[in-house]
């Protein structure tokens, strides 16, 4: 029981404050806040990210070119380009790399507010960092795992980042239905996106890529957004005004 409950702990707090913190805030500005409340969600982020930290800066710009260019060959992880998800994956990693180490400067238009904490990125992205991460997932399963099986969950710990974004680009531009004609491929996958907290509603997000509210028809439901507007209303963020409702 606790394995499971560690696994679905690590899976659903990585993921939201992935889908909160990365791509609401540092790549859209969906809301405002203070920038005590941007540094404590900054290290929630990398102690719920762990190993697979993901430092915004380069999420951000990433991002913001798969926006501008989805589905075509400029868009860093576009599925149709690609034979396979582990071939996308490795792809989408070097480009990544090229923006965390600074090694490759983005378009002036995908530049500029996205939330930087030099010293925390630098150490998330250390291999020591991300090593001593997965040491604490492994002492931990050694500790309370009651089966062998167990262990085979240690990998997904280890890239659960990563692994979050090859789900959502992969499924969320190949499989699905689509409310909204964009010009490009982009695809709800599923009705009630509850395991990847409304990150697979990709085809309403690409339609709108500024409104916190993912899902857009009254059958769909996107579970981070009621979290936000709590957020607001107790004044931890401040959501733009046209998309409270």
Same mark, same amino acid.
């Given at each position: 029981?606790?394995?499971?409950?560690?696994?679905?702990?690590?899976?659903?707090?990585?993921?939201?404050?992935?889908?909160?913190?990365?791509?609401?805030?540092?790549?859209?500005?969906?809301?405002?806040?203070?920038?005590?409340?941007?540094?404590?969600?900054?290290?929630?982020?990398?102690?719920?990210?762990? /190993?697979? @930290?993901?430092?915004?800066?380069?999420?951000?710009? *990433?991002? +913001?070119?798969?926006?501008? &260019?989805?589905?075509? =060959? $400029?868009?860093?992880? /576009?599925? @149709?380009?690609?034979?396979?998800?582990?071939?996308? *994956?490795? +792809?989408?990693?070097?480009? &990544?790399?090229?923006? =965390? $180490?600074?090694?490759?400067?983005?378009?002036?238009?995908?530049?500029?507010?996205?939330?930087?904490? +030099?010293?925390?990125?630098?150490?998330?992205?250390?291999?020591?960092?991300?090593?001593?991460?997965?040491?604490?997932?492994?002492?931990?399963?050694?500790?309370?795992?009651?089966?062998?099986?167990?262990?085979?969950?240690?990998?997904?710990?280890?890239?659960?980042?990563?692994?979050?974004?090859?789900?959502?680009?992969?499924?969320?531009?190949?499989?699905?239905?689509?409310?909204?004609?964009?010009?490009?491929?982009?695809?709800?996958?599923?009705?009630?996106?509850?395991?990847?907290?409304?990150?697979?509603?990709?085809?309403?997000?690409?339609?709108?890529?500024?409104?916190?509210?993912?899902?857009?028809?009254?059958?769909?439901?996107?579970?981070?957004?009621?979290?936000?507007?709590?957020?607001?209303?107790?004044?931890?963020?401040?959501?733009?005004?046209?998309?409270?409702?």
């Amino acid at each position: 029981m606790a394995i499971l409950l560690f696994f679905i702990g690590h899976w659903f707090l990585s993921l939201f404050f992935q889908t909160f913190f990365l791509h609401r805030y540092a790549s859209h500005k969906m809301f405002s806040t203070s920038k005590f409340n941007e540094r404590m969600f900054h290290l929630l982020t990398f102690i719920c990210q762990g /190993s697979s @930290y993901l430092n915004p800066r380069a999420y951000a710009i *990433m991002h +913001r070119e798969h926006h501008a &260019y989805s589905d075509t =060959e $400029k868009d860093p992880h /576009s599925p @149709y380009f690609f034979t396979d998800v582990f071939q996308m *994956m490795w +792809r989408t990693a070097q480009s &990544y790399k090229l923006y =965390e $180490k600074r090694l490759k400067e983005p378009e002036a238009q995908f530049k500029g507010s996205y939330p930087e904490w +030099r010293m925390l990125d630098y150490w998330g992205s250390t291999y020591l960092s991300r090593i001593l991460f997965g040491l604490g997932y492994i002492a931990f399963y050694i500790a309370f795992a009651t089966h062998w099986w167990m262990f085979l969950l240690l990998p997904i710990h280890f890239m659960m980042g990563p692994i979050h974004g090859a789900i959502v680009n992969w499924c969320g531009h190949k499989y699905g239905y689509s409310n909204f004609d964009n010009g490009d491929k982009s695809k709800n996958s599923i009705p009630l996106d509850f395991l990847m907290l409304g990150e697979l509603f990709q085809n309403n997000h690409h339609k709108r890529p500024n409104n916190s509210n993912f899902a857009a028809k009254w059958y769909e439901v996107d579970p981070v957004y009621p979290v936000m507007k709590l957020m607001h209303w107790v004044r931890l963020i401040k959501l733009r005004k046209p998309y409270i409702s």
